[in-house]
């Protein structure tokens, strides 16, 4: 099976954003369990691979770059990247109240 440059890029962020989850995983004080494991790499992997929707606003983006992109969403992580939407969100018009 060969995979196109696209299809390699994403595989190539799907894990690169897994090793980091499992990294984060091991420097961390928690309990490791088998499904906190899989759950941390599976976030790692989604956060990672939404690095490509970067390609559209920078459509020749290099490779080095979406994967630097990439490697900086997994480490953000879930817990910061949702308090970073939070607070875009409420500074949208009509929700200062919120």
Request: charge should be negative; glycine fraction near 14%.
């Amino acid at each position: 099976m060969q995979l196109d440059d696209h299809e390699k890029e994403l595989l190539m962020m799907l894990i690169v954003g897994a090793a980091i989850g499992l990294g984060k995983l091991l420097v961390g004080e928690e309990r490791i369990s088998a499904r906190i494991v899989l759950g941390r790499m599976i976030v790692g992997a989604a956060l990672s691979a939404s690095a490509g929707a970067i390609l559209i606003m920078f459509h020749d983006l290099p490779p080095t770059a979406l994967i630097g992109v990439a490697s900086a969403l997994g480490i953000l992580g879930q817990s910061v990247l949702e308090g970073v939407v939070q607070k875009f969100l409420e500074r949208l018009p009509g929700n200062e109240g919120t």
